[in-house]
């Protein structure tokens, strides 16, 4: 006998479980994760069981990752489900019907296929199909007929349901009546077995036994025709009454073997083993009596079995259905092509039973035209015992079209399976929008645009001059992404000069990178001065008049003088690149105000800046030459100062620190103003002179622009009323000692009285040299300090002695020519020209009338007050080149003193020499000379 229950059994029963776990698990809020990235299910319709006329809803849950909106569409074998009175439709995937009613096209009970498809914007994705089964319970088919039993004593009674078996959704539970009583007796082998064993037959069993089947979720059961049961005396016969040997089952369920051996002596030991590997499965065996069950079944479990008493065997043959496996996937779950290029996808797939494996493209079949169309090709191939098979998918040349979801889908009677993949088709990125040259004006605004095409969409930066630009309180980088598309704006609120330059837009994605050609954004800048600045400039020296201004384009630059003269660049200006006025050697009449003009044309628009600024210029003073006079009587020093602005103040300095005040004992300080010539000039006024009156002295300009260098001069005591009386001094000489030499002298002689008057002049002389290098020292150091190239100091005694010290420049470090001593003669002086390489050269200027040239120009008005000029004052002085010839006068006593500097010992030589002429008539014809030469180093 066999069991009419089997395989449909086993499957009923691993479906009811599933759907158990799958329930239990959405009510726990645990979902299951697809291995795909992006799009997803993350809960799926597992197959179910409804009853008509009750409510019913089923749930579609997608993800991806909350980039876009996920809508989610329902099919029902194949038609998509729209809103109605019937079902409803909610945004979160769910499906309700208030009273679900099977379709005229359903199975059996009831049975429909349903599908969801998820779509957002990059594409879509279907689940899996689901099998949605109507519970019903049949009636027990007519055609059944129980079939009388007979077992010997002490045999094993083993009954089966009558067949045809009643249909069932879910599968019915099995019990047995006897008698119209339920019957508990026998071996428990499961609720939904259809079988029934009884170890031991006796008498009592005899009866009519039927099969009861319920159907717990209908509250539904019929019972089976009646089977009849004899028991009869033993017989010593050994049989083995099941027929079910081939047995069939799902991974994961339960199997029954069922080895019943009718004897009246049944063996007590009844032993099971498994060909092949010979071994039973470890710890999922139960033995029920003489039968064995297997539990929780795997896919090694499958093969041939054996049940072995008293020498005698009953085999069984497994098999073990499984749902199929994806063994190999490739590329993975994300794939990125670029546009125009291949793609292929693999799916290779085991199972037993032999799986049916197809591919789908956004959740539409790819064999349908509409997929076919898009240059999607499949090919299958299988294994030999079609249990292992591969399917391709190829795209030659992929267009954007084929981005999207592709599935591959496998299944057989146990169940399906897919997995997913995402083709991203990259498309390089295009320009489609450019920046255009511009030109504008400062102040206003502009905007360049950019636009760039691909996908992903590009990204976009704009760079000046190769540097990135970013948002700033000025300008403003606006970038919009599209899906294919990228629009980039700049606006450049209130433009600066600072904008101009060459702009380029660049954008690029994950396939390749692009730039626009650069060009050039021009912000024109009206002429503009930012800072101009008074200057102050020295007599005969070059100044400049600096002005800082802005233009694009460069503006021009005109300078004009007091606002009516315009100035060209020439022998007095120069207009530098700068725009800055250079006067090369400044005059007093360049001083005054000046005015520059900065213009440029913009747009057609002439645009002008002007500003004044003036010139001016130090003071320059000037003091007359070394003066001579005698105790007693009163004399007037002139310092003359050229200023503009006009000088404030003439200070006086005596021995180069003293001040000279107004005011004092003999002393009065009057000034003078010309205002045409800009000449200041102060007059020191010296009365009744006395010892301590002779010396330097100095005089110092003081206006608004600064502080003139000091002019120098220096008054001498007239000597040539010196009487003939010999003052006691260092050597010991004394006037007694001269008295006695006088009358000496007259006794021995006019000749010898004579001679002895003439040394005791000549030693006078020397001592007032002497005196004289003292006060030429004092005037050296003030040299020192000054700002002059030369100076000149002269003294004379009348028309007798003459002195004169020549001092030389000592910003050089008082190199001077290292010649032999030279006498110089009153008319003349050297000077050092410096900045010449080797040896300075040395240049002699006449003096006559005016001042030596490193004291400036000398005025007019310079003049002692109480001497004419030099000329007037000895007609018959003749001034000779510097020759060694010495001087050349009528005077009885010439007296010529001479300095030198030593370049290497840093010391000056004082050379004295004087000569004796006969004293009397100018015209003698052959006057005594007598010379002597007196030299000194300091």
């Not at 296929?113 to 088919?141: H, N, Q, W």
């Not at 200070?651 to 003999?666: C, F, I, M, P, R």
């Not at 502080?707 to 220096?714: D, I, K, N």
């Not at 018959?876 to 009885?892: H, Y």
Request: hydrophobic fraction near 35%; glycine fraction near 6%; aromatic fraction near 8%.
């Amino acid at each position: 006998m066999s069991s009419p229950c089997g395989l449909n059994c086993q499957r009923r029963q691993v479906s009811k479980q599933q759907l158990l776990a799958l329930v239990c698990l959405l009510a726990l809020g645990l979902v299951r994760e697809s291995e795909a990235s992006g799009l997803r299910f993350i809960a799926e319709l597992p197959d179910s069981v409804v009853v008509q006329h009750r409510p019913a809803s089923f749930h579609c849950l997608a993800y991806n990752d909350g980039r876009s909106q996920i809508v989610v569409r329902w099919f029902i074998d194949s038609v998509e489900v729209r809103n109605s009175s019937e079902h409803f439709l909610f945004d979160n995937g769910t499906l309700s019907f208030p009273s679900i009613v099977a379709s005229g096209s359903s199975v059996g009970g009831g049975r429909s296929m349903y599908r969801c498809r998820a779509s957002d914007e990059s594409g879509s994705i279907v689940s899996r199909e689901a099998k949605v089964e109507f519970a019903y319970l049949t009636e027990y088919p007519t055609d059944a007929r129980g079939q009388a039993q007979v077992f010997a004593t002490n045999n094993t009674v083993y009954l089966e349901c009558p067949t045809p078996l009643p249909s069932s959704v879910p599968d019915a539970e099995v019990s047995w009546r006897k008698d119209g009583v339920e019957f508990t007796e026998g071996l428990d082998l499961g609720s939904y077995v259809t079988s029934l064993q009884i170890p031991t037959a006796t008498a009592r069993l005899d009866g009519s036994y039927n099969c009861l089947f319920h159907n717990n979720l209908l509250g539904k059961s019929v019972t089976s025709p009646a089977v009849p049961l004899t028991i009869k005396p033993s017989r010593k016969i050994l049989n083995f009454v099941t027929d079910n040997t081939e047995m069939e089952v799902t991974v994961g369920g339960a199997v029954l073997f069922q080895c019943v051996v009718s004897s009246p002596n049944p063996p007590s030991v009844v032993t099971w083993r498994k060909f092949e590997k010979g071994q039973l499965p470890s710890g999922r065996v139960q033995y029920i009596g003489s039968n064995l069950k297997i539990v929780d079944v795997q896919s090694e479990d499958a093969g041939e079995y054996e049940c072995g008493a008293a020498g005698s065997a009953q085999y069984f043959k497994l098999a073990v259905d499984e749902i199929p496996i994806i063994q190999q996937f490739s590329p993975s779950s994300a794939h990125t092509v670029i546009i125009h290029h291949s793609f292929e996808a693999r799916c290779t797939v085991y199972s037993n039973p032999a799986p049916s494996v197809y591919w789908t493209f956004n959740g539409v079949n790819v064999n349908q035209s509409e997929v076919t169309s898009l240059g999607v090709t499949t090919s299958t191939n299988a294994s030999s015992d079609q249990k292992t098979v591969t399917a391709r998918l190829k795209i030659v040349d992929v267009l954007k079209t084929n981005e999207g979801y592709y599935q591959c889908f496998t299944s057989n009677f146990v169940g399906d399976v897919y997995k997913n993949l995402y083709l991203t088709v990259v498309v390089p990125p295009v320009l489609l929008v450019v920046p255009q040259p511009l030109e504008t004006l400062q102040g206003k605004d502009f905007t360049l645009h950019c636009t760039i095409t691909g996908s992903p969409a590009p990204s976009l930066t704009w760079r000046l001059n190769d540097d990135d630009i970013t948002s700033d309180s000025r300008r403003k980088v606006v970038i919009t992404q599209l899906k294919d598309r990228t629009v980039g704006l700049l606006r450049v609120a209130k433009s600066s000069h600072q904008d101009t330059g060459l702009y380029v837009c660049h954008g690029g994605n994950t396939a390749a990178s692009v730039s626009s050609s650069a060009v050039r954004v021009s912000v024109y800048v009206g002429a503009k001065i930012i800072t101009t600045e008074d200057t102050s400039g020295k007599l005969h020296r070059p100044a400049t008049l600096s002005v800082e201004y802005v233009g694009l384009p460069l503006p021009t630059v005109q300078w004009y003088f007091e606002q009516s003269t315009a100035i060209t660049s020439g022998q007095k200006y120069n207009i530098l690149d700068n725009g800055a006025l250079k006067i090369l050697d400044v005059e007093f009449s360049d001083v005054g105000r000046y005015e520059v003009e900065v213009s440029n044309t913009v747009a057609g628009e002439r645009h002008l800046d002007r500003r004044q600024l003036s010139l001016r210029v130090l003071p320059i003073v000037s003091i007359q030459d070394p003066t001579v006079s005698k105790l007693g009587s009163s004399i007037i020093l002139n310092c003359s100062v050229q200023a503009n602005p006009p000088a404030s103040v003439i200070n006086w300095y005596k021995e180069s620190s003293t001040v000279v005040a107004s005011g004092n004992e003999g002393i009065s300080i009057s000034t003078t103003r010309d205002t045409e010539s800009y000449m200041l000039t102060s007059h020191l006024l010296l009365s009744e002179l006395r010892e301590e009156d002779f010396g330097n002295y100095s005089c110092v300009a003081v206006s608004d622009v600064g502080e003139s260098t000091p002019a120098l001069t220096a008054l001498q005591q007239d000597l040539s009323d010196v009487k003939a009386v010999v003052k006691h001094d260092d050597d010991g000489v004394s006037t007694v000692a001269i008295a006695v030499i006088v009358v000496v002298v007259l006794l021995v002689g006019v000749t010898a009285g004579v001679s002895v008057a003439v040394w005791l002049w000549r030693r006078r002389q020397q001592r007032e040299l002497e005196k004289s290098m003292t006060s030429q020292a004092q005037l050296e150091r003030v040299m020192r300090h000054s700002d002059q190239a030369n100076t000149s100091f002269y003294a004379s005694s009348g028309p007798h002695p003459t002195l004169e010290l020549d001092l030389e420049d000592n910003r050089a470090n008082d190199s001077v020519n290292s010649d032999a001593d030279k006498d110089v003669s009153f008319s003349s002086f050297r000077r050092r020209q410096a900045g010449q390489n080797g040896p300075s050269s040395e240049r002699r200027e006449r003096v006559q009338g005016r001042r030596p040239a490193g004291f400036g120009r000398r005025s007019e008005g310079c003049e002692s007050a109480d001497l004419p000029p030099y000329s007037e004052r000895d007609p018959l002085r003749s001034p000779t080149s510097l020759g060694g010839q010495g001087i050349q006068r009528r005077d009885p006593t010439t007296t010529a003193i001479s300095t030198d500097v030593d370049a290497f010992s840093d010391q000056k030589r004082f050379s004295y020499r004087s000569t004796s002429n006969s004293v009397g008539n100018p015209n003698a014809e052959a006057p005594n000379q007598d010379t002597t030469d007196i030299s000194t180093v300091v």
